[in-house]
């Protein structure tokens, strides 16, 4: 479970400034200003919060399937 919300709590430094990596990839790719990239990753970024929120609290959601397959 700690794995897991790991993994998508950096999901979301990699996509957040200051240190947004993605979004200096996709900046260059893209030919788009910065800033531009940024307001328009915020709302992904707000939602991917809430979902790591979520999975915090609720171990349930992230566990479910491991919990099927036998693990």
Same mark, same amino acid.
């Given at each position: 479970?700690?794995?897991?919300? $790991?993994?998508?709590?950096?999901? !979301?430094? &990699?996509? @957040? #400034?200051?240190?947004?990596?993605?979004?200096?990839?996709?900046?260059? !790719?893209?030919? @788009? #200003?910065?800033?531009?990239? @940024?307001?328009?990753? $915020? #709302? &992904?970024?707000?939602?991917? @919060? *809430?979902?790591?929120?979520?999975?915090?609290?609720?171990?349930?959601?992230? *566990?479910?399937? #491991?919990? *099927? *397959?036998?693990?």
């Amino acid at each position: 479970h700690f794995g897991i919300v $790991m993994v998508c709590s950096l999901s !979301i430094g &990699f996509s @957040t #400034p200051p240190l947004g990596e993605n979004l200096f990839v996709a900046s260059g !790719i893209s030919d @788009t #200003p910065l800033e531009e990239v @940024t307001a328009k990753a $915020m #709302p &992904f970024a707000l939602v991917s @919060t *809430l979902a790591v929120i979520l999975i915090a609290y609720i171990p349930q959601i992230a *566990l479910t399937l #491991p919990r *099927l *397959l036998g693990y």
